[in-house]
C-alpha cells in the first residue's frame, strides 16, 4: 500500500486555476494507477479523472473535461490535478486514490489506499 497526501486546496475565484499535487510514500509508484475523486456537503462521491501506470491513458468526467489535467511524475512520487476555469459547482474536497493496476479506475471500490483529501472552494 502507499500512503497519500493531497495538498494544493484553497479558495479561489471562479474562472481560476488551482494545482492539486498527491504526494506517495511507499514502494513501486510505478505500479499503482491513481484517480482523483472529489465530495462536495450532501452529495454523492464523484469520480473526477484517472490515470494509468505510465501516464499514457486518462480518463475524465463529463463535468471536468477540458477542464482539468490529471498528470504524474514517476521520479517524484507525485500525482497531480490541474484545474482551470473553476466553477462555484466544483466546490468539494478533492481525494487522491490508489491501486495496483494497468489501467485507470472509477470506481471507489477499486482503490485501497486513499489520501485525506483537500478542500477547494470557488467563489462566484
Known amino acids: 500500500q502507499v500512503q497519500l497526501v493531497e495538498s494544493g486546496g484553497g479558495l479561489v475565484q471562479a474562472g481560476g486555476p488551482l494545482r492539486l499535487p498527491c504526494a506517495a510514500s511507499?514502494?513501486?509508484?510505478?505500479?499503482?494507477?491513481f484517480s482523483w475523486f472529489r465530495q462536495a456537503p450532501g452529495k454523492d462521491w464523484e469520480f473526477i479523472s484517472g490515470i494509468n501506470y505510465s501516464g499514457g491513458n486518462r480518463v475524465y468526467a463529463d463535468s471536468v473535461k477540458g477542464r482539468f489535467t490529471i498528470s504524474r511524475d514517476n521520479a517524484k512520487n507525485t500525482v497531480y490535478l490541474q484545474m482551470t476555469s473553476l466553477k462555484p459547482e466544483d466546490t468539494a474536497v478533492y481525494y487522491c486514490a490508489a491501486a495496483k493496476g494497468w489501467a485507470p479506475a472509477t470506481e471507489r471500490g477499486d482503490f485501497g489506499s486513499w489520501g485525506l483529501g483537500t478542500q477547494v472552494t470557488v467563489s462566484s
Open positions: 511507499g514502494r513501486d509508484f510505478g505500479s499503482y494507477v
